[in-house]
């Protein structure tokens, strides 16, 4: 019960598998006992970083409790995103670059969260301020959730402060953020292994505005198609999870990596809202959404409002 979890948020991605890698790395260089956790399945592109700079996945963990008294939390910070548990437990750190929602604690806290288009970019500066090297192992990760939440630099999450860090750790972890880039992101839009079930849950997260709960799952292809043409079957997975998590929208959100549009289904009683919202129709609970790629940017902001 010594050793601090560090993790990220349910249904991992890139970046909440990396920056728990990463951040539990620099923690032990500090002197603290931390472990990188993870609370569910890695994704393709996870494990595709993963493997090419040669790290394990961290341990599954359904019930911090039971594991630790005290948690950090990277890559989010609201508390339906993280363990089911994570009131038994004392949160003693926050790095997030997420918006601000259902957060309290009991205790004072250190709590980093900066408007930056992905965690790890936050963490590199906690490495440069408290004078710990980054190796090369941990700078290919780094790079590589900077890659995912950019979607290679093309998303409107990314900042220049993201664009410099990318190039930092490139050339720390000795590959071409372009090249190793493509073949992340084509790793993480092969959807060839998963289920429909796996396709709605494997990158989603779960959202409140003021009486409201939604959902917003995303995947990334590259043959929207694909996928949408099991549309019929998506819908009857998401009806199930509207009611047994009683929410009051469920969005999922097909993303084209290629060209940076978007297609959604949308489910649930306020997908009224949906049409005005993004000023696109909604034909057979169907949306189109050009131009749009980023969750926490372009679409959680729009709801929200359109909620509040």
Excluded: W
Aim: charged fraction near 25%; proline fraction near 3%; aromatic fraction near 6%.
């Amino acid at each position: 019960m010594s050793n601090v979890l560090v993790l990220g948020h349910k249904n991992p991605d890139t970046d909440s598998i990396c920056s728990a890698i990463s951040y539990a790395y620099l923690k032990n260089e500090m002197g603290m006992l931390a472990e990188p956790v993870r609370l569910g399945e890695v994704n393709n592109e996870t494990l595709f970083a993963l493997n090419t700079f040669k790290f394990d996945e961290p341990r599954l963990v359904t019930q911090v409790a039971k594991e630790a008294t005290q948690v950090i939390l990277v890559d989010h910070n609201e508390r339906q995103q993280s363990a089911d548990d994570i009131g038994d437990v004392q949160v003693i750190e926050v790095v997030d670059h997420h918006r601000i929602a259902n957060f309290e604690t009991m205790d004072p806290l250190y709590f980093r969260a900066e408007p930056v288009g992905c965690t790890t970019t936050i963490i590199l500066k906690l490495f440069k301020e408290n004078n710990v090297e980054v190796p090369s192992n941990i700078a290919g990760l780094m790079l590589s959730a900077i890659i995912s939440d950019s979607l290679l630099f093309k998303s409107p999450t990314c900042t220049e402060q993201d664009v410099k860090a990318a190039a930092e750790l490139a050339e720390i972890a000795g590959v071409d953020a372009q090249s190793y880039g493509l073949d992340l992101l084509k790793a993480g839009a092969d959807l060839s292994n998963k289920t429909l079930e796996d396709l709605i849950s494997l990158d989603s997260k779960e959202f409140e505005a003021g009486d409201h709960r939604f959902e917003v799952a995303q995947v990334n292809a590259i043959d929207v198609e694909e996928v949408m043409v099991r549309q019929k079957e998506l819908e009857v997975l998401m009806t199930n999870a509207i009611l047994t998590k009683k929410l009051n929208l469920f969005m999922f959100v097909v993303t084209d990596i290629l060209n940076n549009n978007s297609v959604a289904i949308v489910l649930g009683k306020r997908a009224d809202i949906i049409e005005s919202a993004f000023k696109s129709s909604v034909v057979d609970h169907r949306v189109l959404l050009p131009g749009v790629v980023s969750r926490k940017k372009q679409i959680v902001p729009v709801i929200t409002e359109a909620l509040s």
